[in-house]
Every structure is written in C-alpha cells, then in structure tokens.
C-alpha cells in the first residue's frame, strides 16, 4: 500500500479508500471480513457510507481490532444539505460513539449546499464539533463548481469529487483549483458507469476494411482497449489511472468480498502497462473531438 499526505494537517491516508455503502447484501460478519481483508493490505481508510444496523456493527468490531491513530475514518451525510441540522448532526455523532465504537471522525462529508454557506445551526454544531476535534476535516461532496465563498478558509478543508480517465478539463482544473488553494481532494467514481457497462457488453473489433485509412482517429477512439489489456481488468486500468493523479490524496473505491478488496490493493503496486496511458489520452482526445462535433451539427 502507498500512503499519501490527506490536506495540509499531515495525516496520511491509503491511496484508496474502501467506501461502505447501501444497499450492500452483506451481513455484520462479512463487512468485518471485508474490512479485515482492507486493513491486512494496508487500507487504513474508510468511508462510511450508509448507517445501516449490520455495517455499523460489523465495522466496529473490525476497527477495534486495531489502534484508532492508525485509522483515517470518514461518514458521509447523505441528507440534503438545505436540510441539515444540529440534530442530524448530533444524531450522527450518536451513532458514532454508540455503534461505531469512536469517539470522532477524520472526515465528514456533505453535499454541495450550492452556494455559500450551509443552514446556520449546523454550521455551528459542525464548527463545534472541529473546534474539540470530534471531527478533523469537513469536506464538500460535489460534481459541479462551488461558490468559492463556501471553501475560504475555514469550515470546510476537503473536496470529493469525481475523477477517472474520462474526467474533461473542468473536473480536472476543479480538484487541482481546490488542491492549490490547500484542501484535500477524495478523488471518486474512478469506475463510471459509462466506462462499466462498455465493459459488459465489449464490442468486436471491427475488420480493419471497414475503416476509413484517411481518418486519424478511425483506430483508437474508443475504450476498447479496456477490455483486451492482458493481465488487466477494466476496473484495474481505471484505478490505476486514478492513482496516477497526484492531487488525490486518496481514491473512493467500493468492494464485495475480501478477494476484491486485495485484488484493487494490488493496483496500487502496479504501473500501468506501456500504451495504455496513451491509448487513454487518445480515447479522450477523440472523445472531446466527437462531442465538439456534434455540438457544431
Ligand atoms: P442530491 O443527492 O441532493 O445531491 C446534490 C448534489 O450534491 C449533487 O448534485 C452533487 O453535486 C453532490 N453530491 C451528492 N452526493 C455526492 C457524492 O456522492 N459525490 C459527489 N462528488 N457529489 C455528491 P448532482 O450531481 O447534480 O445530482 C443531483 C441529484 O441527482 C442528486 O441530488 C440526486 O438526487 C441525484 N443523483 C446524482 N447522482 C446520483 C447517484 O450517483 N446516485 C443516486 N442515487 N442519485 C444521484
Ligand atoms: P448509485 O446511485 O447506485 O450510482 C452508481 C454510479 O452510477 C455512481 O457512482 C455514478 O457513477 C453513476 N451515477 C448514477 N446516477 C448519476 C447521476 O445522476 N449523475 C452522475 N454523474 N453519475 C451518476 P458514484 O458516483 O461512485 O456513486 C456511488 C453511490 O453513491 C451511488 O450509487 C449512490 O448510492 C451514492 N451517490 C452518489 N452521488 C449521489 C448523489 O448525488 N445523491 C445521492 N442520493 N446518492 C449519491
């Protein structure tokens, strides 16, 4: 496992991070192994995800296992942000303490309240919160921009946001405009979904007659290769793309089985195979090309 700086505050962080979510077919028993399998590959953060009864108590004995300084341990707040409150927030330090078995957070996040401030009351429960540090970094959670206002110094100290090899300019110079400026950046969504279910359903290469030989483009516009790089799975090529972006203190990834968990582990001791970093850029160059066109049509 590698470890990266997670903002200014010198906590390192794994390159990935296992996010526990909904709606997840596992019991207690299994998310323990799950994340039992994370932390004996060097995982040692943690996205909480959903508060659900079995993943609460599975979690917890898992993290008992080991000294809390040695985890970096996340919760993402999935209500609307217009809709926070004290209470939401009280609520979800109850849960916490009570069934998580911690007494704070390294990282909360929210969703992106779209403009400059989040309701009062739960801004100054949160602040309250960081102030005894109960809770160490407050992030936004965000696809879009960001009233700058909401990220100047203060409250907020990190930024998760979507990145993977398919990412335009605009999410590229969002995550390095808010890394400049100081806050740390989760990169998520490394696997989108478009990229997924190109890989369900892969396409025959077409014969090469079919192509027209005066177009630059006809060999290497689309993903393809994701599916036929030896040794490698579509999912492994994104991780290991998004491991490449060395503003991401760390990256999001999910995980059913203890088997998948060491499988993506490995992606962070692996280089990406020769060519393929270029077939990437050519497939996002072409991608770009298409869409300029289609929106002259
Ligand atoms: P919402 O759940 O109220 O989220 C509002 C905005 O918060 C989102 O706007 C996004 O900018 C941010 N946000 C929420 N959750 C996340 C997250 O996990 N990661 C990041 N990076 N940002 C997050 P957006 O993307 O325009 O979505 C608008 C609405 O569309 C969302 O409202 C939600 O109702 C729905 N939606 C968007 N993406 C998803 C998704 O992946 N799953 C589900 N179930 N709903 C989604
Ligand atoms: P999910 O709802 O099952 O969505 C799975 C994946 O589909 C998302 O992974 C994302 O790649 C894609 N997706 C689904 N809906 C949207 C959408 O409206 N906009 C965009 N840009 N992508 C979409 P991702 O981003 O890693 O999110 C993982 C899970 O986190 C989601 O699973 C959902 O449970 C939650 N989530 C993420 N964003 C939001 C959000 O904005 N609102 C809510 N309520 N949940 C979200």
């Avoid at 596992?26 to 932390?39: N, Q, S, W």
């Avoid at 696809?143 to 979507?162: C, E, H, K, V, Y």
């Avoid at 990145?163 to 400026?181: H, K, P, T, Y």
Wanted: charged share 25%; aromatic share 6%; with cysteine.
């Amino acid at each position: 496992m590698r470890y990266r700086p997670f903002g200014a505050n010198g906590t390192r962080v794994s390159a990935i991070t296992l996010r526990l979510s909904e709606p997840s077919p596992l019991r207690a028993k299994e998310v323990e192994a799950l994340i039992g399998a994370a932390l004996a590959t060097g995982v040692n953060s943690f996205l909480i995800d959903a508060a659900s009864p079995d993943l609460l108590q599975g979690a917890a004995k898992a993290f008992a296992t080991v000294d809390r300084r040695n985890l970096f341990l996340g919760w993402r707040l999935r209500e609307q942000t217009s809709a926070l409150s004290r209470e939401i927030i009280e609520r979800m330090m109850t849960l916490v303490v009570e069934s998580l078995g911690v007494d704070d957070l390294d990282l909360v996040l929210i969703n992106d309240p779209q403009g400059a401030q989040l309701p009062p009351d739960a801004a100054l429960a949160l602040k309250a919160l960081k102030g005894r540090r109960a809770i160490r970094d407050l992030g936004v959670a965000s696809r879009s921009s960001i009233d700058p206002d909401l990220l100047a110094p203060g409250l907020f100290t990190a930024l998760a946001s979507p990145f993977n090899l398919s990412s335009g300019w605009a999410e590229r110079d969002r995550i390095r405009a808010v890394a400049a400026q100081g806050l740390a950046v989760m990169g998520e969504d490394v696997w989108p979904q478009s990229l997924r279910e190109a890989a369900a359903t892969p396409q025959t290469p077409r014969p090469s007659l079919w192509r027209r030989r005066s177009d630059p483009l006809a060999d290497v516009g689309g993903y393809d290769f994701l599916n036929h790089t030896p040794g490698w799975s579509a999912q492994e090529i994104c991780l290991a793309y998004a491991l490449t972006e060395p503003v991401l203190a760390t990256v999001q990834i999910t995980a059913e089985s203890p088997a998948q968990i060491q499988r993506l582990a490995q992606v962070v001791e692996r280089e990406l195979p020769d060519g393929v970093s270029a077939q990437i850029e050519l497939a996002r160059f072409s991608a770009q090309e298409r869409e300029r066109a289609a929106t002259r049509l």
